[in-house]
């Protein structure tokens, strides 16, 4: 679209003697448009604009658009995504989802000419002094918690309309004597009673049910006692009491603030969160000083005395040693069956009076059908009637705490129905006269423990209390290192494979005073002899003993059948793992009845051999395979060829003779290549003995 600014801009480049190609490219117009607006005097915002009455695509809702506006005049409220899918019920695969944007236009158009119409929104001009509204709203979305426990609680808010000066009280329910209990704070707090009161349509202010009276007895008493004009809002048109709505919106969102601030939402104590609220109301009315100022002027005066929100019941104690308020059941002290008392009903809590005495004091149950049965009001007489405690009708009333039922369910596991209800009332009657956080605590480490549980040992533990362990007391027992040596034991099973496990070596099972295949370290005995040449002409080295046969003794032909991959205890009491064989014969060599060979895996061009040290040297260190540092893990030990003459590599082997010889622990150093090689005493690496000698 061309606008008025580059149709001058053109024109000027025009006058200063411009091309009209040069003018059209500066301006961002075509030739065509620009030698248009050139012979066009008229700007494009005052040319008029002939609106299309042509469609450049086929209307796919054309068909069938008389069915849905047959369905939007019989019910408007209908949302165009459910006519959609209606439509696509009625006429399968004819209309994609790609279309239901286009659906959606068309029913709103529908609904903006032909549709009913909507509510609207009168605002009012509000003067200082005239008016205060007043609801009630949720807090538990914050999360707050006292001591640990979530807090399930109410705001009511009472707000001045004209300049927002406001006031919060907290409370638990919405009940009549909440809403005077915060409207009388509010009045009080703000020092003057404006000339009307707007609330919404709560049944303990309104008489929703009746054309005849509109407020409620009581709330009609408060009201004129400080001689307010009461107002309500109809049913859920929350809307009408619309400064009262939007400051709930505004007072949590400041709240919520205050807490992120604040980085906890835990308070110490109820008074503690009551505080804070007050702060944060303090703050948010401290900036409306000018408009509440001019509203303090205009308020009417106080009475003399505030109004009683408690409502009085009289009632009688029932049999039961009950008492039915508001379709609550509370119970008191069974001394007082028969006898007609007073309770008094306050925002959270009642009062039990009886003869101008005040007898008990019980929170109050929030909504209706709920009871309250306290154990230590009935536990005399149920001591007395055991039987009838299994199927109380309150019974689940009479567990304090979760360990009591759980001290009764295990008195259930131990005695019979009868036996049980005693020994759980003599328990419930001992916390009711000696004190119920003793017995909770005795209980603690009774279920605990695996000894049977009575009412006695409860009792016995009770009265000991002082000497119990704390909650928090918490005791970790040290482990035995001895216990991580198994985790570096391998087991080897029939398949020749390793397993975790024990096995002779590593338990140091003896047999007659030594492990049995093992010769210990230090016996004297001959040296391996020297073998003689291979098939090859190589030089071999003799197999490395100390392997244990099936029968737990050094078994050499045993050791030259076993297959690559089997493992090979080396020292008592250590295990190395995995030990790989390597069979000596080449591929192509014929079968025979002699045990396989084994080689030493070495580098290219290196001869294999075994050192002896000189007299009175110290062992040599053997340091096969790789290691991770100098004193890095276990490395692997390679069998080298069975005794015998042969060869290895061209070399002549040497011959010894078979010899139980046992193994001492290794290390393997990064430096050295693959394979079996002599390292120089004093050394890292642990030395591998031979029988008598040095190896």
């Given amino acids: 679209m061309v606008t008025d600014g580059q149709v001058r801009k053109l024109r000027l480049l025009l006058d200063q003697r411009r091309s009209l190609a040069d003018a059209a490219r500066r301006t961002g117009m075509s030739e065509k448009t620009a030698r248009h607006y050139r012979e066009n005097p008229t700007l494009p915002s005052v040319r008029k604009q002939r609106p299309r009455t042509y469609r450049t695509r086929t209307d796919p809702f054309a068909a069938v658009w008389p069915e849905v506006e047959a369905q939007l005049q019989a019910e408007p409220k209908l949302l165009a995504k459910t006519l959609f899918d209606w439509l696509r019920q009625q006429h399968p695969g004819q209309f994609p989802d790609s279309q239901r944007r286009t659906f959606e236009r068309r029913v709103r158009q529908w609904r903006a000419s032909h549709g009913p119409g909507q509510p609207v929104i009168f605002r009012q001009v509000h003067r200082p002094g005239d008016l205060a509204a007043s609801d009630f709203t949720h807090m538990n979305s ?51 009673v404006p000339r009307r009161h707007r609330s919404d349509s709560l049944s303990a202010a309104v008489c929703n049910l009746s054309a005849k009276r509109e407020f409620q007895t009581r709330y009609r008493e408060l009201l004129d006692h400080y001689a307010l004009a009461g107002e309500r809002i109809n049913v859920r048109q929350a809307h009408e009491n619309g400064d009262a709505e939007s400051s709930h919106h505004h007072f949590k969102t400041a709240v919520d603030q205050a ?43 106080l009475p003399e005395t505030r109004l009683s929100s408690c409502l009085k019941v009289r009632c009688r104690v029932d049999s039961g040693s009950l ?55 009935v536990i005399d007489a149920l001591v007395r009637k055991p039987g009838a405690f299994a199927n109380y009708v309150y019974r689940d009333d009479l567990f304090p705490t979760t360990r009591f039922r759980l001290a009764y369910d295990r008195f259930g596991d131990q005695f019979d129905q009868r036996r049980q209800a005693k020994e759980y009332l003599a328990v419930l009657q001992h916390a009711a006269g000696h004190g119920e956080a003793a017995v909770d605590d005795a209980l603690r480490v009774l279920l605990t423990s695996d000894m049977p549980l009575s009412s006695e040992a409860v009792i016995a533990w009770a009265n000991k209390s002082s000497e119990l362990p704390a909650a928090t007391e918490v005791v970790v027992p040290l482990p035995d290192l001895k216990e991580f040596d198994t985790l570096f034991r391998v087991k080897e099973d029939e398949n020749g494979e390793a397993a975790n496990g024990t096995d002779p070596v590593a338990t140091g099972e003896a047999v007659g005073g030594a492990v049995a295949g093992i010769t210990p370290v230090g016996v004297p005995g001959p040296l391996c002899e020297p073998g003689g040449a291979g098939g090859q002409g190589t030089v071999e080295l003799p197999a490395i003993p100390g392997s244990l046969g099936e029968s737990g003794t050094g078994d050499t032909q045993a050791r030259a059948d076993s297959t690559p991959g089997q493992s090979v205890t080396l020292a008592v009491e250590q295990i190395l793992g995995q030990l790989p064989v390597v069979a000596g014969a080449e591929t192509g060599r014929p079968a025979t009845a002699e045990p396989p060979r084994r080689f030493v895996l070495g580098a290219s061009r290196e001869r294999a051999g075994v050192w002896q040290t000189g007299c009175r040297e110290d062992a040599c260190l053997v340091c096969p395979g790789r290691a991770v540092s100098v004193a890095g893990p276990l490395g692997v030990l390679r069998l080298v060829q069975p005794p015998g003459p042969g060869s290895a590599c061209g070399q002549t082997r040497l011959e010894t003779e078979e010899v139980h010889q046992t193994a001492d622990r290794f290390r393997s150093l990064d430096h050295r290549r693959l394979g079996l090689c002599a390292a120089e005493p004093g050394r890292d690496g642990s030395v591998v003995h031979a029988v008598g000698r040095t190896l």
Wanted: proline share 1%.
């Fill in 142 to 192: 914050l999360g707050i918690t006292i001591a640990g426990q979530l807090l399930d609680h109410l705001v009511y808010h009472f707000v001045l309309t004209y300049s927002n000066w406001e006031s919060v009280s907290l409370c638990v329910s919405e009940s009549f004597e909440a809403l005077s209990d915060g409207l009388q704070n509010a009045l009080w707090e703000l020092g003057g």
């Fill in 259 to 301: 807490l992120l601030l604040r980085g906890s939402r835990d308070f110490a104590s109820r008074v503690a969160y009551v505080e804070f609220l007050q702060g944060i109301v303090a703050g948010r009315n401290a900036g409306r000083g000018d408009r509440f100022a001019e509203e303090v002027a205009t308020l009417k005066g």
């Fill in 323 to 377: 008492i039915h308020i508001q379709r609550c059941t509370y119970s008191v002290h069974s001394r007082l069956i028969g006898e007609w008392v007073e309770a008094r009903l306050y925002a959270e809590c009642v009062e039990v009076w009886y003869a101008d005495a005040l007898a008990e004091t019980l929170p109050r149950l929030v909504g209706r059908n709920k009871h309250a049965v306290h154990y230590r009001h």
